[in-house]
């Protein structure tokens, strides 16, 4: 290919196809510019893809979907996801037996377990109807600017016992923070509390992956290349794994955080959180409901029935059950999970087939407080760094934070945006 046959350089580079990259060139291609977005793997969604197996659904992790993140509601058609919803509320199994905690104001034949006496005392009650009321129904802004902490001390602070926070926070937040100590920054606590409050908890019936897919269905033709690892940045754009030159505008880095780290000396390395999830099939469903199930022993963070959530998550006939727990996939971990769900379901699981586990190493950034709960993407050498890890590790954290990394580079280059516009006409 002669000089002149060769396509112009990109305005901008985006490294990696999760959803902060997605969103980022996404926005960058609609403002004008030419975008190349460079993804190492075969397929887009990084953290949140999904693979099909012998007629099975099998998300990288199990992970549910959260309706009221703004950035879902701006970005996403969640008509066509098909959105299957979890029952608002989950079964905890406490020291005591398994309680069901429900939300009365959208179950509200449920109301009654949640009576003084039964899940929680009267005091405990009335503590977390103030929390969920105060982070539901205040501005978001209000639940940003608070002091931070960890989450155990906000839950002291708001006077909740202690056997409450073991046998029913503890559990179901170590399940979203991915630790158990509830270390994690309190503002963080209070945005989940307040998208648990306004928004359903899903799962699209194509698996979760359906969603990046959706957003990179949405990039204009030839912005996307797959398998088209970075190696190196340089000040004139990015050298690739196999050599190849490739000179852009500006780069914007959307990897995870450790390799944003690599790629960009100087950048921090976050620390991070690993769970792994087992998926077993059976003949029938343990529960016939899709419901989230936690356990206070910590044996296990949460299972569910995935096929009462969505019944193409498997072949007809056959029920998914997917299992977490903290940390790898240690030998003795599978067998003694195997066992606790035979006491959870109250079932027989020897006949249950574990058909896969997936142990994500860098699954969630660690967020201790104080946490800046959003960062500029701007770095000391020029480039741009997004990621769930410069905002929250949730999809709400990654998508702002790519749509920040767009905005921010616009701004700094109004030109390119400019020039762009002005070829496109
Ligand atoms: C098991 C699990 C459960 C979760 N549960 C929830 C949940 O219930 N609710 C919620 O809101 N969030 C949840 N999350 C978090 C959410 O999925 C992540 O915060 C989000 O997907 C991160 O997106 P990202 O774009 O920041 O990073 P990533 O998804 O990590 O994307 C980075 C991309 O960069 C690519 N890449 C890396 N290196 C290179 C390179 N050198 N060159 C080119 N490309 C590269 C990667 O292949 C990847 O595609 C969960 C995550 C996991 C793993």
């Given at each position: 290919m002669t000089a002149a046959q060769r396509p112009p350089a990109p305005d901008a580079v985006v490294v990696g196809a999760g959803l902060a990259g997605l969103a980022c060139a996404l926005d960058l291609s609609r403002a004008g510019l030419r975008v190349a977005l460079l993804e190492a793997s075969d397929q887009v969604g990084g953290r949140m893809r999904t693979d099909r197996r012998d007629g099975f659904l099998l998300d990288r992790g199990f992970q549910v979907f959260n309706t009221s993140y703004p950035q879902v509601r701006r970005r996403l058609d969640l008509k066509a996801l098909r959105l299957r919803p979890f029952t608002p509320g989950l079964i905890a199994h406490t020291s005591d037996g398994p309680v069901r905690l429900a939300d009365p104001t959208r179950r509200p034949g449920s109301a009654g377990e949640l009576l003084p006496g039964r899940a929680l005392p009267a005091r405990d009650l009335a503590a977390l109807a103030g929390l969920v009321a105060y982070d539901t129904l205040l501005p978001a802004g209000a639940v940003k600017r608070r002091a931070d902490r960890t989450t155990s001390a906000a839950l002291d602070a708001a006077g909740l016992s202690r056997r409450t926070i073991d046998e029913l926070l503890r559990p179901f937040l170590a399940g979203v923070?991915?630790?158990?100590?509830?270390?994690?920054?309190a503002r963080f606590f209070h945005l989940v509390l307040r998208s648990m409050g306004r928004g359903t908890l899903c799962l699209p019936a194509d698996g979760i992956g359906a969603v990046p897919a959706q957003l990179a269905a949405a990039?204009?033709?030839?912005?996307l290349r797959l398998e088209t690892p970075v190696g190196s940045l340089t000040t004139t754009g990015v050298v690739l794994a196999d050599g190849t030159e490739l000179l852009a505008g500006a780069v914007v880095v959307a990897t995870d955080g450790a390799t944003a780290a690599r790629l960009l000396p100087g950048l921090p390395a976050p620390q991070t959180r690993a769970v792994t999830t087992y998926y077993h099939a059976a003949d029938a469903a343990p529960i016939a409901e899709p419901t989230l199930v936690t356990d206070s022993a910590l044996t296990v963070l949460n299972t569910c029935v995935l096929t009462e959530v969505a019944p193409s998550y498997a072949p007809p006939g056959t029920a998914l059950v997917s299992t977490s727990v903290l940390g790898g996939d240690r030998p003795d971990v599978a067998a003694r999970v195997r066992r606790r769900l035979a006491e959870l379901y109250?079932?027989?699981?020897?006949?249950?087939?574990?058909?896969a586990a997936y142990t994500i190493d860098g699954a969630l950034p660690a967020m201790p407080p104080p946490w800046p709960l959003s960062r500029t993407t701007r770095t000391a050498s020029g480039h741009y760094v997004c990621g769930?890890?410069?905002?929250?590790?949730s999809v709400q954290g990654a998508l702002a934070s790519g749509t920040r990394a767009a905005r921010e580079l616009l701004t700094d280059h109004p030109a390119a945006h400019r020039s762009a516009a002005l070829t496109a006409r």
């Open positions: 923070f991915l630790e158990d100590r509830l270390e994690t920054s990039l204009p033709p030839g912005v109250r079932t027989d699981t020897s006949g249950w087939q574990q058909i769930d890890h410069r905002a929250t590790g």
